[in-house]
């Protein structure tokens, strides 16, 4: 069975399914776009909501065959040899499996490598590819590295790049700018050696904004990139807020950054680093009041996010990150994503990236805007519960007074009743101390069938509301009071279970709520058991 085939009623279009009723010529642009995209599956006897038309007459199937097969040998460039299979699966559907291609850009053989002929898939639906994507394929299918291509301009100067050479001992000299890469084996600079040059034209923009959307600030960095990296962390810092508030109970003063950890260093150092410089558009760092928004040009370079939070290490621009780290403006190598996200662990917002083919975008959250919002709320409803508290004291003074002329009714009544009761309770004293004997000894027995019942009920409970990998982080937490998540994921890859930080602390949140509890500050708290067993 081809890659894709689905039984009859289970054909849907997504990001890599496309549904056809007829083979008509359309069908060869959907080959182009799955061929210079991630690959796809097109199925041709299908309705676009799902209905199975099929192909019942074998004639027609031979026509539709010689017609496919007229296409991979005319219709495309690069041929796609190996990369295109087809056959009629059960449903009498023709079945088209394109992998992705290897020699991008594809394109129509009679429009050429022009946005007319070439097309890329974009969510369910192509498009035609734009000029500096038709480029940019071509760049890629050829290795091309925009670092060691030879710059455009050649009369550079490098006062801020030598300045912090000198800055950290290190002494500039040609060698040095051969090694690094700002010089080709030529003599000739480099792209690299252009965007460490004082006539750089890479600009990054910064701003911030109020809640209106007006500026309150609005800055262009430019120059050597060494000293854009500079003034844009310095400035950034400076609009990283501190807010401090002294704890009633302990006194204490608690520090809290708008942005925490070393979030925003290690996003603002990622966009330069990983930035597709080829591109002429410029990094932005937009700062609003519940966030900032970081775009750099050009997606993740040869990988997911998924593949980077898995430990994958891919460089757009190796020789500058070397650089960067031979200043000592790295601290490690491939975490910054990871950090970042580790720097929100104990917050419940999280920050988001967006990827694209052209841009990457991390938004950071506020945590003390969205601290702050959460307080107003809590103080809202508290003003809301003491009038309503106030109007019940109303009340309960009005009720105190009647309820003290019933009191002195009832003592009257009470006085009445005692001398009664005396008499009943002596005889009920006599019954009460034989019962009581009997009742002593029934106790006995219904705390032991209790204690049973008990532990069966939470038996049948834990059993029955956890999962297999709730129960095995449970064990761990049992087994190691304290640990915090990372130690988790660490202690299940031991034990062969792969699963990412968000899922276990998803598993933690959905299914372990009842056994395990967060004890301690958000610093250096773990997870332990109730000791419900």
Same mark, same amino acid.
Not at 87 to 103: I, P
Not at 211 to 236: P, R
Not at 414 to 421: A, S, T
């Given at each position: 069975?081809?890659? %894709?085939?689905?039984?009859?009623?289970?054909?849907?279009?997504?990001?890599?399914?496309?549904?056809?009723?007829?083979?008509?010529?359309?069908?060869?642009?959907?080959?182009?776009?799955?061929?210079?995209?991630?690959?796809?599956?097109?199925?041709v006897g299908v309705d676009d909501d799902g209905k199975v038309i099929g192909f019942d007459d074998y004639k027609i199937k031979d026509e539709m065959d010689l017609k496919i097969g007229n296409w991979m040998q005319d219709?495309?460039?690069?041929?796609?040899? *190996?990369?295109? +299979?087809?056959?009629?699966?059960?449903?009498?559907?023709?079945?088209?499996?394109?992998?992705?291609?290897?020699?991008?850009?594809?394109?129509? /053989?009679?429009?050429?490598?022009?946005?007319?002929?070439?097309?890329?898939r974009v969510g369910r639906s192509k498009r035609k590819a734009t000029n500096e994507e038709i480029l940019h394929m071509i760049m890629e299918s050829h290795n091309y590295s925009y670092e060691d291509d030879i710059s455009n301009e050649q009369e550079l100067t490098f006062k801020e790049f030598e300045r912090t050479?000198?800055?950290? %001992?290190?002494?500039?000299?040609?060698?040095?700018?051969?090694?690094? *890469?700002?010089?080709?084996? $030529? *003599?000739?600079?480099?792209?690299?050696?252009?965007?460490?040059?004082?006539?750089?034209?890479?600009?990054?923009?910064l701003a911030e904004y109020d809640d209106n959307m007006n500026f309150k600030i609005k800055k262009s960095f430019g120059g050597s990139l060494?000293?854009?990296?500079?003034?844009?962390?310095?400035?950034?810092?400076?609009?990283?807020?501190?807010?401090?508030?002294?704890?009633?109970?302990?006194? /204490?003063?608690?520090?809290?950054?708008?942005?925490? *950890?070393?979030?925003?260093?290690?996003?603002?150092?990622?966009?330069?680093?990983?930035?597709?410089?080829?591109? $002429?558009?410029?990094?932005?760092?937009?700062?609003?009041?519940? /966030?900032?928004?970081?775009?750099?040009?050009?997606g993740i370079f040869n990988a997911?996010?998924?593949?980077?939070?898995?430990?994958? +290490?891919?460089?757009?621009?190796?020789?500058?990150?070397?650089?960067?780290?031979?200043?000592?403006?790295?601290?490690?190598?491939?975490?910054?994503?990871?950090?970042?996200?580790?720097?929100?662990?104990?917050?419940?917002?999280?920050?988001?990236? /967006?990827?694209?083919?052209n841009f990457f975008v991390?938004?950071?959250?506020?945590?003390?805007?969205?601290?702050?919002?959460?307080? %107003?709320?809590?103080?809202?409803?508290?003003?809301?519960?003491?009038?309503?508290?106030?109007?019940?004291?109303?009340?309960?003074d009005a009720d105190g007074r009647l309820n003290g002329r019933i009191n002195a009714q009832n003592d009257a009544d009470d006085r009445l009743n005692g001398r009664i009761n005396d008499r009943i309770n002596a005889q009920n004293d006599a019954d009460d101390r034989l019962n009581g004997q009997i009742n002593t000894q029934n106790n006995a027995d219904g705390r032991i069938n209790d204690q049973e019942n008990e532990q069966n009920n939470m038996d049948d409970q834990f059993n029955e509301s956890m999962s297999e990998l709730g129960k095995e982080i449970f064990m761990i937490i049992m087994q190691n009071p304290g640990i915090r998540i990372p130690k988790i994921v660490i202690k299940l890859s031991e034990r062969d279970k792969i699963v990412s930080y968000s899922k276990v602390r998803n598993c933690i949140r959905r299914n372990l709520t009842d056994y395990v509890e967060r004890r301690g500050s958000k610093k250096s708290g773990g997870y332990y058991s109730k000791n419900k067993f």
């Amino acid at each position: 069975m081809i890659r %894709g085939e689905q039984k009859m009623n289970e054909y849907h279009e997504d990001e890599r399914t496309e549904l056809k009723r007829e083979l008509i010529n359309d069908i060869k642009c959907e080959i182009v776009a799955f061929l210079n995209s991630d690959g796809g599956t097109i199925y041709v006897g299908v309705d676009d909501d799902g209905k199975v038309i099929g192909f019942d007459d074998y004639k027609i199937k031979d026509e539709m065959d010689l017609k496919i097969g007229n296409w991979m040998q005319d219709s495309f460039y690069p041929k796609p040899f *190996g990369l295109i +299979q087809y056959a009629f699966n059960n449903d009498n559907v023709l079945v088209v499996s394109v992998c992705k291609g290897t020699r991008k850009p594809y394109f129509l /053989k009679d429009k050429g490598p022009k946005p007319s002929g070439v097309f890329i898939r974009v969510g369910r639906s192509k498009r035609k590819a734009t000029n500096e994507e038709i480029l940019h394929m071509i760049m890629e299918s050829h290795n091309y590295s925009y670092e060691d291509d030879i710059s455009n301009e050649q009369e550079l100067t490098f006062k801020e790049f030598e300045r912090t050479l000198d800055d950290n %001992g290190i002494k500039p000299t040609s060698r040095l700018m051969n090694s690094l *890469g700002l010089k080709n084996k $030529h *003599g000739l600079y480099t792209n690299l050696g252009y965007i460490m040059s004082d006539q750089s034209n890479i600009v990054v923009k910064l701003a911030e904004y109020d809640d209106n959307m007006n500026f309150k600030i609005k800055k262009s960095f430019g120059g050597s990139l060494v000293t854009i990296l500079k003034n844009v962390e310095e400035q950034a810092e400076r609009l990283n807020d501190l807010k401090i508030i002294i704890d009633g109970n302990t006194f /204490k003063r608690i520090e809290t950054k708008s942005y925490p *950890g070393a979030s925003i260093r290690e996003m603002i150092m990622n966009a330069i680093c990983h930035a597709d410089y080829f591109i $002429h558009s410029n990094i932005k760092i937009e700062f609003f009041p519940d /966030k900032v928004k970081i775009t750099s040009p050009g997606g993740i370079f040869n990988a997911s996010l998924e593949d980077i939070m898995n430990g994958v +290490q891919t460089y757009r621009n190796p020789k500058l990150v070397h650089i960067f780290d031979k200043l000592g403006m790295i601290e490690n190598f491939g975490t910054g994503i990871p950090r970042t996200i580790y720097s929100y662990e104990d917050y419940d917002i999280q920050p988001e990236f /967006k990827i694209t083919n052209n841009f990457f975008v991390v938004t950071l959250p506020n945590i003390n805007f969205y601290n702050e919002l959460e307080s %107003g709320r809590i103080n809202t409803q508290n003003d809301a519960d003491g009038r309503i508290n106030d109007r019940i004291n109303a009340q309960n003074d009005a009720d105190g007074r009647l309820n003290g002329r019933i009191n002195a009714q009832n003592d009257a009544d009470d006085r009445l009743n005692g001398r009664i009761n005396d008499r009943i309770n002596a005889q009920n004293d006599a019954d009460d101390r034989l019962n009581g004997q009997i009742n002593t000894q029934n106790n006995a027995d219904g705390r032991i069938n209790d204690q049973e019942n008990e532990q069966n009920n939470m038996d049948d409970q834990f059993n029955e509301s956890m999962s297999e990998l709730g129960k095995e982080i449970f064990m761990i937490i049992m087994q190691n009071p304290g640990i915090r998540i990372p130690k988790i994921v660490i202690k299940l890859s031991e034990r062969d279970k792969i699963v990412s930080y968000s899922k276990v602390r998803n598993c933690i949140r959905r299914n372990l709520t009842d056994y395990v509890e967060r004890r301690g500050s958000k610093k250096s708290g773990g997870y332990y058991s109730k000791n419900k067993f």
